[in-house]
């Protein structure tokens, strides 16, 4: 375990780095030509200094306040740290919210500056603007600020920037962090300087060696995830504290994020769970078209049968893979596996998923084709990951347990407490809502879940997602939801039931998997409102719902569902940023085919 240094702050590193390892490459981006190119230790310090001189020199002060509304780009990355160098706070911005989102985040904060990615972005905050008194700075990165700020503090002495950095503690807010928000206006996080210290380090302490694809190559990955998340502003300072090669990926989406997989080989990757179903998807679905689907099937039972031999084999309750299982493993892994790997860039063997919960046979089937992704579980409030699965003894469909320096309570009613130096401080300017949740140093996370005889935790729903039945049954969603979701077809499943008879279910469809579907089995292409009424359709997704109800009573069991024509979309304010359900607003939208799963 480590802790956060009595002393500084989060910039502190970039130039102790600088002065102790200048040509190491620290950092790499883009090009105009679509071409990494490297920046090292010292290069990416000269730019901090530069960018943090220009902020002085246009007003920003110790303590103020900056939104970013960005996708995740360097130059996300090169504000933090300058931002930080001067005692200045950044208040992170989804690059999708709404006017009134960024009103009440940038009131909310009491920003007085804001960075934006594009016109778009800088439309929607001056749409506003009226209204924020205090913001006298919008910079736009398309319009390149970076230059016109380094020009604009050029006559200043580095020495300047120094000052206010020494001036800043590991006790200082280093940003604030609006939770997304499923219910109500979304809080913001005082994340202090010490809360990432200790997160990361610890992180990087414990899990170091998996950062690297074999011992003692360049450590490397590529930050795709939001960096409005918590998740991926902890990954951010973590590569640059635990010195790991960082480069930025601005999309999810599958066709921009695979080439730039196989461009810039990370040794390893950080993602929700969505990226790894999609590698996954993508792969079947070609198997499918080439008439591979029984040897791709084959392989995927073979990979999660070896996967599990070795689970068993870590815990002390087998002795591994067998002979015969190993030549089958062995086989697959020149047709199929090989491919997997390579299409996450060919060098990585380890990736830690969090953000949501991701299915056991997934992650069984990822360790069995070579690369193992470490489960964790974290909130905004505990900045990222409070657990996750050591290396060593992976309990796959888990969220592991502490990492270095917390500790886990489940509470008598079974919510889920934490405690450890990474607790954020409190709510901004929230008092009441902080005292709710924090108490003595423990936070209450409103999640629900157990640890079993080994310490391993397994999160079993939220406490405000838990649905009564009218018979007084009560029912986690979770469960059911990421079971159905496990189908190919299925894009998304809500579960409804509160004071209803019986439990039922929306779900909608995956437009790439089901073009894929109706295509290999000659099917004309129809519209959304027609092909939710296909019976062979229908007849797939009875299949996905009753493999969900083996894992429950029958009590607990979907007795009906309803495809839906049309996803659950941010634009339409039935998800958060970070692709949560936002389960009151569904329920509003749907409440005519909700009442419909309930007639006789």
């Known amino acids: 375990m480590t802790t956060a240094p009595p002393v500084g702050g989060l910039a502190d590193v970039v130039f102790e780095h600088a002065a102790t390892d200048p040509d190491r490459i620290a950092l790499a981006r883009k090009d105009a030509d679509g071409h990494w190119q490297d920046i090292s230790a010292a290069q990416f310090r000269d730019e901090v200094i530069g960018l943090a001189k220009g902020l002085l020199a246009q007003g920003i002060r110790f303590g103020d306040r900056v939104g970013i509304m960005s996708r995740t780009r360097y130059e996300w990355t090169l504000f933090d740290f300058a931002l930080w160098s001067v005692g200045a706070q950044s208040v ?37 603007i009226d209204r924020l008194p205090q913001l006298r700075t919008l910079w736009q990165l398309d319009r390149d600020p970076v230059t016109e700020l380094t020009t604009a503090g050029a006559h200043l002495g580095d020495e300047v920037v120094h000052r206010h950095r020494m001036a800043v503690t590991p006790d200082a807010t280093a940003t604030i962090v609006y939770t997304s928000g499923t219910t109500g206006r979304p809080k913001g996080c005082d994340i202090t300087h010490a809360n990432f210290m200790a997160e990361a380090d610890n992180v990087v302490l414990r899990y170091e060696a998996v ?30 504290r635990g010195r790991v090669k960082l480069a930025h990926q601005p999309e999810l989406a599958a066709r921009a994020l695979l080439p730039d ?24 679905r070609q198997a499918e078209t080439d008439g591979k689907e029984t040897a791709f099937d084959k392989a995927v039972d073979i990979a999660v049968r070896y996967a599990e031999a070795l689970e068993h084999k870590a815990f002390g309750t087998g002795a591994g893979p067998g002979a015969a299982l190993r030549m089958q493993h062995q086989l697959f ?56 699965n050591p290396p060593e003894r992976t309990r796959f469909g888990t969220v592991g347990t502490p990492v270095p320096g917390t500790t886990v309570y489940i509470a008598d009613d079974s919510e889920i407490w934490l405690h450890g130096a990474q607790i954020f401080r409190g709510y901004h300017n929230d008092a009441r809502s902080t005292g709710a949740v924090l108490s003595e140093g423990w936070f209450a996370t409103g999640d629900l879940g157990s640890l079993d005889e080994d310490g391993y935790l397994t999160i079993t729903g939220r406490k405000k997602e838990v649905l009564i039945t009218s018979g007084g049954k009560t029912v986690s969603p979770v469960v059911l939801e990421e079971r159905v979701r496990a189908h190919p077809l299925v894009a998304q499943c809500i579960v409804v039931g509160n004071d209803r008879p019986f439990i039922a279910a929306l779900v909608t469809l995956d437009p790439e998997a089901v073009t894929h579907w109706l295509t290999v089995r000659g099917k004309p292409e129809l519209p959304p409102s027609d092909l939710v009424r296909d019976p062979d359709l229908e007849a797939e997704i009875r299949r996905a719902v009753i493999a969900a109800n083996t894992l429950v009573s029958q009590a607990e069991s979907i007795r009906t569902f309803r495809i ?33 799963l309930y007639e006789t």
């Open 92 to 128: 992170p911005l989804y690059p999708t919210s709404s006017a009134e989102q960024v009103f009440w985040t940038l009131h909310s904060a009491g920003a007085s500056a804001c960075l934006v990615e594009h016109e778009d972005h800088a439309m929607t905050v001056g749409s506003v």
């Open 211 to 240: 950062f690297h694809s074999r011992p003692g190559d360049e450590a490397s990955t590529l930050l795709f995830l939001p960096l409005a998340h918590v998740f991926g502003r902890m990954v951010q300072v973590a590569a640059v």
């Open 261 to 284: 997989l196989r461009s810039f080989r990370p040794s390893f990757i950080l993602a929700v769970p969505y990226v790894f179903e999609k590698v996954f998807a993508v792969a079947r």
């Open 333 to 388: 892994d020149k047709l199929v596996y090989s491919k997997i790997r390579e299409a996450m860039g060919g060098r990585v063997r380890h990736a830690m998923s969090g953000g949501s919960a991701m299915g056991r046979r997934l992650g069984l089937f990822f360790a069995g084709a070579g690369v193992t992704i470490y489960e964790g579980y974290g909130l905004t409030e505990s900045t990222a990951a409070a657990t996750a």
């Open 564 to 596: 839906l024509a049309h996803q659950f979309s941010e634009e339409s304010g039935l998800l958060t940023p970070s692709l949560k359900l936002r389960r009151r607003a569904i329920e509003a939208a749907y409440a005519a085919e909700v009442d419909a």
